[in-house]
């Protein structure tokens, strides 16, 4: 399509963009659904837990305020400004050579659903095991309940029963079915996550599992660039940037929404949950036991400690271990439907199909690029630190330089009730300071995961 046409288009939303939000706090609930996910529950927690503690906490917040914030109100502007699915948009304000940045949003997005509805399985099926009254008692039954949920045909079933209802979701429509479900789950989210962290907090020795944890101050952490990557990297997974999904949740948004203000609060919504987690999951958890998980990586602590933990708890850990999973549940689906949404807008927007069959269609193609993760636990993790790491700094770096450099003006036209001391820190987040540190994370990320990955092949 020509540049003439993309211009028209500003006027005239595309195919996936024609349905709109129903309210502003709809599109809020729907966009804060697709930031907390897993990433809040296990990834943050585990890192905390593991290594870094105070510094990691620290860097973490940095990275959500001096990247987090800026480059997801870009993602917001350039959806809302161009109604256009995250392939087009890009097109449509720099031009044809910014087509590559709105294919890796769609293949991105579309790589990482396939490994997280593999642990959205697993955390479905350990709800499940936990109501049937299976709970591990100790770290051997741990280990074998771990097993068990991530294994066999029933972990396959699983697997397509969490693609099926994220379809079915993005497929009924983003008012009827995306808004609807997040109008319901994040708010049963917030207060779950309140009654778990009022109940963990007030156990005996969690003082002293804080100041273990949190308090943990080493001088080398914080020049460490292996906490630094993480740190950066989970910001990012955390707010899902990158992925094009807050664009396409954007893109169907009107003209006149506060869109800083809604940036802000899905932000602050994400960080609270995560850092909600840290307290919930600290005290439940001895650093002993994340780290006997450390070859499975992250996937351990959600899956072995956490358990343990609330089986340590008597007779109320049963109860409150399904809280905590039913939690986890409706967190990855409300985050997995936001990766869907994002290949199916773009089809959409391509082929002009209709949603239904565009949304069927788009997560069988997501079934098989999922099938090694599912198979493969290791490939799972390098999946994650892949696609959910590399991928999505790449293409956040990518857009901070489409925002920042090729498009400013978009930013200061949609953005002309910020005041202009605030619009100049804004652009020059994205102008300089994203592209250096997203370059530096990127490079880092690089050297530890592709690297070692590369000279094992040879
Ligand atoms: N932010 C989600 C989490 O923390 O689990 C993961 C995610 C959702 C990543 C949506 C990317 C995305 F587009």
């Given at each position: 399509m020509g540049m003439a046409g993309l211009e028209n288009s500003n006027s005239a939303p595309s195919a996936s963009a024609q349905q709109s939000w129903g309210s502003s706090l709809g599109f809020v609930l729907a966009a804060a659904g697709s930031a907390i996910g897993l990433g809040n529950l296990w990834g943050l927690t585990y890192r905390v837990a593991l290594g870094g503690g105070m510094a990691f906490l620290v860097l973490y917040l940095v990275a959500v305020v001096l990247l987090g914030f800026p480059l997801l109100l870009a993602e917001l502007v350039l959806g809302r400004h161009t109604r256009?699915?995250?392939?087009?948009?890009?097109?449509?304000?720099?031009?044809?050579?910014?087509?590559?940045?709105?294919?890796?949003f769609p293949l991105g997005s579309a790589l990482i659903l396939g490994y997280y509805a593999v642990i959205t399985a697993w955390v479905g099926r350990a709800l499940l095991a936990v109501l049937q009254g299976h709970v591990?008692?100790?770290q051997a039954s741990a280990d074998a309940f771990f097993l068990k949920l991530s294994g066999g045909w029933a972990e396959a079933v699983a697997y397509g029963l969490?693609?099926?209802l994220t379809a079915a979701v993005v497929a009924t429509g983003v008012q009827q079915g995306i808004e609807r479900l997040s109008r319901?789950?994040?708010?049963?989210?917030?207060?779950?996550?309140?009654?778990?962290?009022?109940?963990?907090?007030?156990?005996?020795?969690?003082?002293?599992?804080?100041?273990?944890?949190?308090?943990?101050?080493?001088?080398?952490?914080?020049?460490?660039?292996?906490?630094?990557?993480?740190?950066?990297?989970?910001?990012?997974?955390?707010?899902g940037l990158g992925s094009g999904a807050m664009l396409a949740y954007a893109s169907h948004l009107g003209q006149r929404e506060p869109l800083p203000q809604q940036a802000a609060i899905i932000t602050a919504l994400d960080t609270a949950v995560g850092l909600l987690a840290v307290f919930i999951v600290v005290p439940l958890m001895s650093t002993a036991a994340v780290g006997q998980h450390d070859g499975t990586g992250a996937v351990g602590t959600l899956f072995v400690a956490i358990p343990l933990g609330f089986a340590s708890l008597g007779s109320a850990g049963p109860l409150l271990m399904a809280a905590f999973f039913f939690l986890a549940s409706i967190a990855a689906v409300t985050s997995a439907v936001s990766l869907l949404e994002v290949p199916v807008a773009v089809v959409m927007d391509r082929l002009g199909w209709g949603r239904a069959v565009t949304t069927w269609s788009t997560v069988a193609v997501v079934a098989l690029l999922g099938l090694p993760a599912l198979l493969r636990t290791d490939l799972l993790m390098a999946s994650h630190d892949l696609f959910g790491g590399v991928v999505l700094i790449g293409s956040g770096l990518l857009l901070?330089?489409?925002?920042?450099?090729?498009?400013?003006?978009?930013?200061?036209?949609?953005?002309?009730?910020?005041?202009?001391?605030l619009l100049r820190v804004l652009l020059l987040a994205l102008r300089w300071l994203a592209p250096l540190l997203l370059g530096g994370v990127l490079a880092l990320s690089c050297v530890e995961i592709v690297q070692p990955k590369i000279s094992l092949w040879l």
């Amino acid at each position: 399509m020509g540049m003439a046409g993309l211009e028209n288009s500003n006027s005239a939303p595309s195919a996936s963009a024609q349905q709109s939000w129903g309210s502003s706090l709809g599109f809020v609930l729907a966009a804060a659904g697709s930031a907390i996910g897993l990433g809040n529950l296990w990834g943050l927690t585990y890192r905390v837990a593991l290594g870094g503690g105070m510094a990691f906490l620290v860097l973490y917040l940095v990275a959500v305020v001096l990247l987090g914030f800026p480059l997801l109100l870009a993602e917001l502007v350039l959806g809302r400004h161009t109604r256009r699915s995250p392939l087009l948009a890009t097109v449509a304000v720099g031009g044809p050579s910014w087509r590559p940045l709105g294919w890796l949003f769609p293949l991105g997005s579309a790589l990482i659903l396939g490994y997280y509805a593999v642990i959205t399985a697993w955390v479905g099926r350990a709800l499940l095991a936990v109501l049937q009254g299976h709970v591990p008692t100790d770290q051997a039954s741990a280990d074998a309940f771990f097993l068990k949920l991530s294994g066999g045909w029933a972990e396959a079933v699983a697997y397509g029963l969490v693609l099926a209802l994220t379809a079915a979701v993005v497929a009924t429509g983003v008012q009827q079915g995306i808004e609807r479900l997040s109008r319901w789950s994040m708010p049963a989210l917030l207060m779950l996550l309140t009654g778990l962290l009022i109940w963990s907090a007030s156990l005996a020795d969690a003082p002293a599992r804080y100041e273990e944890v949190l308090l943990h101050w080493r001088w080398s952490d914080w020049l460490d660039p292996h906490i630094l990557r993480q740190a950066f990297s989970q910001a990012f997974f955390s707010l899902g940037l990158g992925s094009g999904a807050m664009l396409a949740y954007a893109s169907h948004l009107g003209q006149r929404e506060p869109l800083p203000q809604q940036a802000a609060i899905i932000t602050a919504l994400d960080t609270a949950v995560g850092l909600l987690a840290v307290f919930i999951v600290v005290p439940l958890m001895s650093t002993a036991a994340v780290g006997q998980h450390d070859g499975t990586g992250a996937v351990g602590t959600l899956f072995v400690a956490i358990p343990l933990g609330f089986a340590s708890l008597g007779s109320a850990g049963p109860l409150l271990m399904a809280a905590f999973f039913f939690l986890a549940s409706i967190a990855a689906v409300t985050s997995a439907v936001s990766l869907l949404e994002v290949p199916v807008a773009v089809v959409m927007d391509r082929l002009g199909w209709g949603r239904a069959v565009t949304t069927w269609s788009t997560v069988a193609v997501v079934a098989l690029l999922g099938l090694p993760a599912l198979l493969r636990t290791d490939l799972l993790m390098a999946s994650h630190d892949l696609f959910g790491g590399v991928v999505l700094i790449g293409s956040g770096l990518l857009l901070s330089l489409l925002m920042g450099w090729v498009a400013p003006q978009q930013l200061r036209e949609d953005l002309s009730q910020l005041p202009p001391p605030l619009l100049r820190v804004l652009l020059l987040a994205l102008r300089w300071l994203a592209p250096l540190l997203l370059g530096g994370v990127l490079a880092l990320s690089c050297v530890e995961i592709v690297q070692p990955k590369i000279s094992l092949w040879l």
